[in-house]
């Protein structure tokens, strides 16, 4: 079956760096978004992205964030100048259609730590 | 916007024992409705989904869940646990069904479910 994937799996940076989490979402599907997860904390939607546009995203997708479709495959999110507080795990998930009812296909996650 | 609450955060059980999982949302408008669940060290996958039709849906491993409108609840059970049911689990939402588009999923926090055999 096929899957979304995700690297690297964990990724450890200082403070003001700038790291790139990358995704292969499934091959067929158009729509892509990241989402995260700090620590004890809820899943939270981030960005969603179309036909090499953003189409939605939330509050913490400040100008610190970027995103991209590099390639037919890659899916990238980038953070420009990492804070503490950027510590969390990173998903990356895929749809085909992007109905609502749609199930979104999730990687297994890259897990940030900023310090 | 819409939230969704989940009730427990832990729960622990022994194999055989019935499941009930609870999820509330609030939204006013047309919701549709997933759990999704994540194994140890593996990636959240869809259990089941509610979008339309019968309230009660069924999903993998002997899941089922069902839709209360006038609850706004869409509660997550299982009759009989097993220890391989151990794992963290996630009910969602997207809002509305208006067509193509990008629909972000709105996650509760989710609760762990352990299960001692």
């Known amino acids: 079956e096929p899957e979304v994937t995700q690297t690297p799996s964990h990724q450890v940076t200082q403070m003001g760096q700038e790291v790139i989490l990358r995704c292969v979402p499934i091959?067929?599907?158009?729509?892509f978004y990241w989402y995260r997860q700090i620590l004890g904390q809820k899943v939270e939607f981030l960005v969603s992205?179309?036909?090499?546009?953003?189409?939605?995203k939330s509050e913490i997708f400040d100008d610190q964030f970027s995103v991209e479709r590099p390639d037919g495959s890659n899916f990238t999110l980038k953070i420009r100048s990492t804070k503490l507080e950027d510590s969390a795990m990173y998903f990356c998930?895929?749809?085909?259609?992007?109905?609502?009812?749609?199930?979104?296909?999730f990687g297994p996650g890259t897990r940030l730590l900023v310090l | 916007a819409q939230s969704v609450s989940q009730h427990n955060h832990h729960v622990i059980l022994s194999e055989a024992a019935s499941l009930e999982l609870g999820c509330n949302y609030s939204y006013g408008g047309t919701v549709n409705l997933f759990w999704y669940v994540q194994y140890p060290g593996q990636h959240l996958q869809l259990l089941l989904k509610?979008?339309?039709?019968?309230?009660l849906v069924k999903g993998i491993k002997g899941f089922e869940a069902e839709f209360i409108k006038s609850k706004f609840s869409f509660n997550l059970r299982k009759p009989s646990v097993q220890w391989s049911d151990t794992a963290e689990y996630f009910c969602?939402?997207?809002?509305?069904?208006?067509?193509?588009?990008?629909?972000?999923?709105?996650f509760g926090k989710g609760t762990k479910l352990s299960v001692i055999p």
């Open positions: 509610y979008f339309s039709g019968d309230p």
């Open positions: 969602a939402v997207t809002a509305g069904n208006s067509g193509a588009g990008s629909y972000q999923l709105t």
């Open positions: 998930a895929s749809s085909d259609l992007g109905l609502a009812e749609e199930t979104q296909y």
């Open positions: 992205f179309y036909n090499n546009e953003i189409s939605e």
């Open positions: 091959s067929n599907h158009l729509y």
